[in-house]
């Protein structure tokens, strides 16, 4: 078996191969059917890159990320607030404590000044979510065991995040989703290893340019 390497987009096998494949093709019967000599169809190839891409965008933290009971730290610090308790509806409140919260969190340097906003940005909670995580949030401020951004808000509770792999510069382990961790590694490794094999499969057979003659099959 020769592997031809010239044209590797076109096909991978020399013209004696491609020969004797078409001329296998013409000769060999298939349940009363013929393979014939297609590409693959391209919406096929493009659903593939789209299932690729859309599991990879999804799955990203920045997308997926469930959000951290530090967003809304100062929401609860202010919530009893005489200002925030003077306005009218649940509404304005929180619209009034997620303002404060942002200018907060805005104001912070470093790695929280730049991914916190956009995050409260894109975790907005109601008045009555607040109520319901202020409690917990307090109780995990006031044990001091763990940093605020190592609790993510799930459902009306705040939890103790199970994430690996990022380590703090003591060498603890970090409980905060990674932007790019081992996972995410495994799974370009066997993607790209699923594109490179289809590749090989599918340029060791002739191009589809190379027809054989189904009139010569009996």
Same mark, same amino acid.
């Given at each position: ?94 619209? *009034? ?10 104001? &912070?340097? #470093?790695? @929280?000044? !730049?991914?916190?906003? /956009?995050?409260?940005? *894109? ?10 995580? &202020?409690? #917990?949030? @307090?109780? !995990?401020?006031?044990? /001091? ?74």
């Amino acid at each position: 078996m020769g592997w031809n390497f010239d044209k590797p987009l076109y096909s991978m096998t020399n013209e004696d191969e491609r020969n004797e494949m078409i001329r296998l093709w013409e000769k060999e019967k298939h349940g009363g059917l013929w393979s014939g000599n297609n590409r693959v169809p391209y919406p096929l190839t493009w659903l593939i890159a789209l299932i690729i891409v859309t599991a990879f965008l999804v799955t990203m933290p920045i997308w997926g990320q469930r959000p951290m009971a530090l967003l809304y730290v100062p929401m609860v610090e202010h919530m009893n607030d005489a200002e925030i308790q003077a306005l009218a509806t649940p509404e304005e409140k929180i619209a *009034r404590l997620t303002d404060i919260a942002m200018a907060d969190h805005q104001k &912070a340097t #470093g790695l @929280r000044g !730049a991914t916190l906003p /956009g995050l409260l940005e *894109r975790h907005p909670i109601t008045y009555d979510d607040l109520l319901n995580i &202020a409690p #917990g949030i @307090r109780e !995990a401020q006031t044990s /001091g065991k763990y940093p605020m951004d190592y609790y993510t808000v799930l459902g009306d509770r705040i939890i103790l995040a199970n994430f690996e792999g990022s380590r703090r510069e003591d060498g603890t382990p970090a409980r905060v989703q990674p932007w790019w961790d081992k996972g995410y590694t495994i799974d370009v490794f066997y993607v790209t290893y699923f594109i490179i094999a289809m590749l090989l499969v599918c340029k060791r057979l002739p191009h589809f340019t190379h027809k054989p003659d189904m009139s010569k099959a009996g």
